[in-house]
């Protein structure tokens, strides 16, 4: 049996009146894959926090081999072996990867000087051992996804992680980049490394843990191996019912074009070409979704589409009206919805309540019954109606956005552009973040008001997404559609991800 090297023993913590972690208790085998997994807010992350040394508990113990231990920052933890790899990467995009690495860990010559060459030595040992490939010279900037991961997971083990924390670590990879990350996982373990991986996705947790811990409403209930359940016993562990995973799907009329894109080219911030000559349609009823790895310029092509953006060149349709250089808000008015990926920095305002975060974009389309006045009542009741439609977890309307979970702040966005009588609604990672029992509502909703007649462009990192949801799907890679494909029984996910790396089948 494996021995246990790191311990949390009733850990408690609290938040004002909000209890984030009570009584948790978790034993991690060295050499293992530990999976944590429950529902937005259900503690996971606290707990992880806790772990690495950015909370401090309220209450309870952690053990490294055997022995107590507490830690005061980040830096504690480090110097126990424990690192963490997290959803967003801690990387300056315009340093080197070497340079990266060296941050806050520098290896010095003598009279103070920075040692570059035998940092590199080192961590080129350390990259060969665990089996990464990554180049040390090369800007942050210019690598894809896939490698800034294994750089992330190369920092924690040149700082001596023996413990390292995954944060989502499948959320913007391809199934074959998905694939690399387990065998490097695989590897890592085998070493003697031991990995805690924390996930919403229960088909991973079950391909690659040796244990699964679930936590609901910063409670443990159940501490199991894969051979002992599957994903649905774990969905119900999560979220306490049944989730099925399958959408309810019906037939529908496809009708013609409402949006159409033609020629359109469109610079990212950094002034490169980012959207290269795009064009596409969007029928009446349609869902049509857009795959492709991060960075691939899909992002720019949604900007471009809704007006954050200014095109380079080429034309936007909409209804047979030139809305290319129209701002956002006259493309609100025109009865076109807009969920961006960016939730916390473009979809709503932190520092605002429920209410206010709730009627932009409302007040624009749709007016107040005197059209220069805030309609308090209704926007109550408007927020009211998302709130409870959508499940957003808030003890009150008047709260600050800002105060409630990733998850529940997503809820809020998707609500308040679900909730209002839109013809086209683009929609970036509606599920980003998001618990699998609210994965499956966000679903249905999408396609019901497809059915409706309302037209969905869809774009998603989630694979699965894009493929459960598309009537039709188009790949991004590098700029350009690598490829128009209709979403047919026998389309498969690694299909997909090789045009998303620019292979052909």
Not at 198 to 225: P, Q
Not at 356 to 369: L, P
Request: hydrophobic share 40%.
């Amino acid at each position: 049996m494996e021995d246990i090297i790191l311990e949390a023993r009733h850990i408690c913590k609290y938040f004002g009146a909000l209890t984030a972690n009570d009584d948790v208790s978790l034993s991690v085998r060295q050499g293992t894959v530990h999976s944590i997994i429950g529902e937005n807010g259900a503690g996971k992350s606290t707990l992880m926090n806790i772990i690495s040394g950015i909370y401090k508990p309220n209450g309870g113990e952690i053990l490294v081999k055997g022995k107590h231990v507490v830690f005061r920052n980040p830096n504690d933890a480090t110097k126990c072996g424990i690192g963490m790899v997290h959803q967003e990467f801690m990387l300056f995009q315009e340093l080197t990867v070497l340079e990266n690495l060296m941050m806050g860990f520098e290896t010095k010559k003598l009279g103070g000087f920075l040692n570059k060459k035998q940092a590199a030595k080192d961590i080129q040992e350390i990259a060969e051992k665990y089996g990464f490939s990554i180049p040390l010279d090369k800007k942050v900037s210019e690598l894809p996804v896939s490698l800034l991961q294994q750089v992330e997971i190369v920092k924690v083990l040149y700082k001596g992680a023996e413990i390292i924390i995954l944060d989502e670590p499948t959320s913007v990879l391809t199934p074959q980049g998905i694939e690399g990350l387990f065998q490097a996982i695989r590897y890592l373990t085998k070493q003697g490394k031991t990995v805690i991986l924390i996930t919403h996705k229960l088909k991973e947790v079950m391909e690659i843990s040796d244990y699964i811990t679930v936590l609901k409403n910063g409670v443990v209930t159940g501490n199991l191996t894969p051979d002992e359940t599957d994903e649905h016993k774990l969905a119900n562990l999560m979220v306490g019912r049944q989730v099925l995973f399958n959408t309810q799907k019906h037939e529908k009329k496809i009708a013609e074009p409402i949006l159409e894109i033609d020629n359109l080219t469109a610079f990212g911030s950094d002034g490169t070409e980012k959207v290269k000559h795009v064009s596409f349609s969007v029928r009446k009823g349609e869902i049509l979704g857009i795959a492709g790895v991060a960075g691939s310029g899909q992002g720019e092509l949604i900007e471009a589409i809704f007006g954050l953006r200014n095109p380079e060149s080429g034309t936007i349709t909409y209804k047979g009206e030139n809305i290319t250089t129209t701002s956002p808000r006259r493309k609100r008015e025109k009865k076109i919805g807009y969920v961006p990926q960016d939730r916390i920095s473009t979809g709503c305002n932190v520092h605002a309540n429920l209410i206010e975060n709730c009627i932009m974009g409302y007040h624009v389309a749709h007016k107040f019954k005197t059209p220069w006045l805030l309609g308090k009542e209704e926007a109550s009741l408007f927020t009211r109606s998302v709130v409870e439609n959508y499940q957003v977890k808030v003890q009150d309307i008047h709260n600050k956005i800002g105060d409630l979970s990733g998850g529940n702040i997503q809820k809020t966005i998707v609500g308040r552009e679900f909730s209002q009588n839109n013809d086209l609604l683009i929609i970036e990672d509606p599920t980003r973040g998001i618990d699998v029992g609210a994965i499956e509502f966000i679903w249905q909703k999408i396609i019901d008001i497809a059915q409706e007649g309302v037209s969905v462009l869809l774009v998603s990192h989630e694979l699965g997404e894009v493929m459960e949801l598309s009537d039709r799907i188009l790949v991004m890679y590098n700029g350009e559609i690598a490829a128009n494909l209709e979403n047919t029984p026998e389309l498969d996910e690694k299909t997909i991800g090789l045009y998303m790396l620019g292979g052909k089948t």
